[in-house]
């Protein structure tokens, strides 16, 4: 019904940058708050960012001044722009959207994408 799918993981170096997407497609009436969590080997799931539809933001104190969430409701992503990436921010990183599909409203995850911060 309704699919996440996230791009822009990868490599890089420490103090590098990266910027991962997250589009929404599918049956859906409107998207509400969107966010990113990430998940490092041997750690239980941490948020890391959140933005609501009213564009609202909250960060985890680990990545604030370095993260920044944004969304394009015209186009359903939401993007997270990672700056001064540190090794410790290492890890599969999943978007989330709470989704209005008729008269309900869903949970939906993204598949992950890594990250890596590496020398």
């Known amino acids: 019904q309704v699919q996440l799918v996230e791009s822009g993981g990868g490599l890089v170096q420490p103090g590098g940058s990266l910027r991962l997407s997250c589009a929404a497609s599918?049956?859906?009436?409107?998207?509400?708050?969107m966010g990113w969590y990430r998940q490092a080997p041997g750690k239980e799931r941490e948020l890391v960012a959140t933005i609501t539809s009213g564009a609202s933001t909250n960060y985890a104190d680990s990545v604030k001044g370095r993260f920044t969430i944004s969304r394009d409701n015209a186009k359903s992503t939401v993007s997270l722009q990672m700056n001064s990436l540190k090794p410790e921010d290492t890890a599969v990183y999943y978007c989330h959207s709470n989704i209005r599909t008729g008269w309900t409203t869903t949970n939906y995850w993204g598949q992950g994408t890594q990250v890596t911060v590496s020398s």
């Open positions: 599918g049956h859906f009436s409107g998207i509400n708050v």
